[in-house]
Nanobody, 122 residues
Framework: VQLQASGGGLVQAGDSLRLSCAASGRTFSHNVMAWFRQVPGKEREFVAGRDSGGYSTRYADSVKGRFTISRDLAKNTVYLQMNSLKPEDTAVYYC????????????????WGQGTLVTVSS
């Protein structure tokens, strides 16, 4: 599976942004898809995940109610809609995929996109 993330940029606090992750290669629908983020000097942290089949989603507490993960099987794409952005959301965002059950651990994921930078100014 190859993943290509896009959609990052510079926005102001309170704005919205939508990230996209286009997948190619092996069967997309059987993969658990997730978004992680990382700031320099910190570990990569889980943001949101959507299980294979798309019936179960999970979010980090810090983004719950503001971010929404969705997937379009026809386009082999997963999205992260980010609303009410805060300066602390500033990070490089990565999409990731794995087979099996959902997980919040980066080490459980086999495939990673290249990352897209989101900067939220106050």
């Amino acid at each position: 599976v190859q993943l290509q993330a896009s959609g990052g940029g510079l926005v102001q606090a309170g704005d919205s942004l939508r990230l996209s992750c286009a997948a190619s290669g092996r069967t997309f629908s059987h993969n658990v898809m997730a978004w992680f983020r990382q700031v320099p000097g910190k570990e990569r942290e889980f943001v949101a995940g959507r299980d294979s089949g798309g019936y179960s989603t999970r979010y980090a507490d810090s983004v719950k109610g503001r971010f929404t993960i969705s997937r379009d099987l026809a386009k082999n794409t997963v999205y992260l809609q980010m609303n009410s952005l805060k300066p602390e959301d500033t990070a490089v965002y990565y999409c990731a995929a794995r087979r099996g059950v959902g997980s919040r651990k980066p080490s459980d994921y086999d495939y990673w996109g290249q990352g897209t930078l989101v900067t939220v100014s106050s």
